[in-house]
Structures are given as C-alpha cells and as structure tokens.
C-alpha cells in the first residue's frame, strides 16, 4: 500500500513499543478503507515524551495511542479530556485537533466492547471481582460502573491500593465498591476479570492471585491481557467449567473510537479482523 505526501499519521508512543499490535490492527484498517494514512510504532523514552508530544501535531501527526509509560504523562499534557479521562486519571489516546490536545481513555470502550462481543451488554444484578489495582484497573472498574455492575470487589497483593481505586469509584451509580483482601469462596462472584499483568509473557507468575475456588462453573472469567491469548487465568476458569473472555477484544475495541477521530471513519472489529491479529498472537 502506498502513500503519498499528504497522508494522515498516527501512531502509538511507549517504552518499549516493539512488541505492540496496534500498528498491525490500524495498519489493516487503513488498507481496508484504501486511506492514504500511515500508523507507526513510536518509540519514546519517558524523558522525551513532552517534547514528542509537543513535536508530532507540527509534523502533521492526527494524534498518538499512548502505552506503558506514558498513560499519566499524556494526561497531564491534555488540554482536555473525556469523561473516561477524566474518571480514572489516564489517556491511552491523543487527538491533535487545531492546537488542541484532545485525552481520552478508550480502554474503557475497549472493555465494554469485550464484554459485549461475548453477549453481555450489561452487569446489571452482577457482582465482579477484579484482581489488580493499577492503572489497567481503573478503566475496568469505570467499564464495570457503566455496565451498572451491582458489586465489584477489588482485589490486589498491595491492599492499600485496592482502596485507593475503590474510594475513585464509591458512589458511581447505582454501583457497590469495595477493596477484598481474600476472595471469599462462600461469595465467589459472577464475573472474574484478571488487569494484573500475572500471564502475561515474559511477566513474574507467582504466586497467582486467585485460587480455584475462586471460580464458578457458571461464572465468567475475563483477561485483559492477550499475550498469551490463552492465559493460565483463563484456563483455569474454562477447566472449572466458566465462560472465559479473552483480551484481544478489548485490543480491538479500544482502536475504534481512537481510528474514527484521526481518521474520520468508524471502523468494524470483525471475525475476519480478530482471525488477522491471531495470526500474529500465534507462537506465544
Ligand atoms: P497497568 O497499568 O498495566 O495496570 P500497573 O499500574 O503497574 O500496570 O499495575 C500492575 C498490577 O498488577 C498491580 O495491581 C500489581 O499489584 P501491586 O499493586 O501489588 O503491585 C499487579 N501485579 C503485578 N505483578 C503481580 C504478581 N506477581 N502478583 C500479584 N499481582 C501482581
């Protein structure tokens, strides 16, 4: 595919950035839409993030996806944010806008539209344990409000944080919220869902954060992360009998709103998409 002198560009900024998939996932998109528009890899350390920040919309650049470490950093620079920004503290996206600098947290989407893709539009009457408490959590525990969750219990090997981000999202409608430091068999909860990076490739495993019985043959167990896509966590779930949701829906989902406001059209996360990025994933 090539482009010319006036292609539209984006890309995402982390340290390290090599092992990342949205310039896959973006780059199938642009080809699907025949754009002129190119999505590169950026890699920034966090000492030269300002500046990027500063250089890349003079450059032409539409905006930026943002990952580890830069999520608290591009919010700050914002000079405005969305209310998914705005309720938990970080941006994942920048949209450059006539010297506007536009944050937003489409994670929030991105786990929304995982939970969707698996037929559960909401959590209404649910209750949901969410194991971790950093910045990947925030966006679960904001999805989880907006899925009018009844109770989430929050549960981390560092408990104070589990009380910070519980004390966030107390009081968000109708909502329950509350920091666990053990996970109560007696009231295992519908929903599991893993933001540790406990799985993940090339991550400390131990000791796992949850047990067996944690699990419920009728519940749901939810990863957000996809590297490997079949994670211990989920294989655990799906052994005791669980519906399990893997993480690369919420990859995909979180790229749509970030697409549409760079590129000006709302891409669809399809069968034919997720068959693409597995392709990618295989080997993990
Ligand atoms: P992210 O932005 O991806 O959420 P983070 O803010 O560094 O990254 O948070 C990582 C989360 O994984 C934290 O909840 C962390 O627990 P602590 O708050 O106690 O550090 C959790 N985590 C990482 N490794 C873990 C392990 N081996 N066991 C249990 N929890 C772990």
């Known amino acids: 595919m090539s482009i010319t002198g006036h292609a539209k560009l984006a890309g995402i900024a982390g340290w390290p950035v090599g092992h990342s998939l949205s310039p896959r996932l973006h780059g199938y998109w642009i080809a699907e839409h025949k754009l002129d528009a190119a999505y590169v890899p950026l890699p920034v350390r966090r000492e030269d993030f300002a500046a990027t920040v500063a250089l890349l919309p003079k450059l032409g650049f539409r905006g930026l996806n943002v990952t580890i470490p830069h999520k608290e950093a591009a919010f700050a620079l914002a000079t405005e944010h969305d209310e998914a920004?705005?309720?938990?503290?970080?941006?994942?996206?920048?949209?450059?806008?006539?010297?506007?600098?536009?944050?937003?947290?489409?994670?929030?989407?991105?786990?929304?539209g995982m939970f969707h893709d698996a037929g559960i539009t909401t959590l209404a009457g649910k209750t949901v344990t969410v194991y971790g408490a950093g910045g990947a959590a925030r966006a679960v525990v904001f999805a989880l409000t907006q899925l009018h969750a009844s109770q989430?219990?929050?549960?981390?090997?560092?408990?104070?944080?589990?009380?910070?981000?519980?004390?966030?999202?107390?009081?968000?409608?109708?909502?329950?919220?509350?920091?666990?430091?053990?996970?109560?068999?007696?009231r295992a909860s519908d929903v599991l869902i893993n933001t540790t990076s406990v799985g993940m490739v090339g991550a400390d495993h131990t000791p796992e954060p949850w047990r067996s019985s944690d699990f419920r043959k009728d519940g749901i167990v939810a990863d957000i992360v996809y590297r490997p896509l079949e994670t211990q966590f989920l294989h655990m779930g799906r052994a005791m009998g669980a519906k399990a949701i893997d993480g690369l829906g919420m990859l995909l989902h979180q790229a749509v709103p970030?697409?549409?406001?760079?590129?000006?059209?709302?891409?669809?996360?399809?069968?034919?998409?997720?068959?693409?990025?597995?392709?990618?994933?295989?080997?993990?």
């Open 85 to 112: 920004a705005k309720a938990t503290g970080a941006v994942n996206t920048l949209v450059f806008e006539d010297g506007r600098i536009i944050g937003k947290n489409t994670d929030v989407i991105g786990v929304i």
């Open 152 to 186: 989430i219990w929050i549960s981390n090997r560092t408990q104070s944080k589990a009380e910070e981000l519980a004390d966030r999202f107390k009081g968000r409608g109708n909502t329950q919220i509350a920091a666990i430091s053990d996970v109560d068999p007696l």
């Open 258 to 284: 970030a697409f549409a406001a760079w590129f000006g059209i709302e891409p669809k996360v399809t069968p034919a998409l997720r068959t693409y990025m597995l392709e990618a994933l295989k080997g993990d």
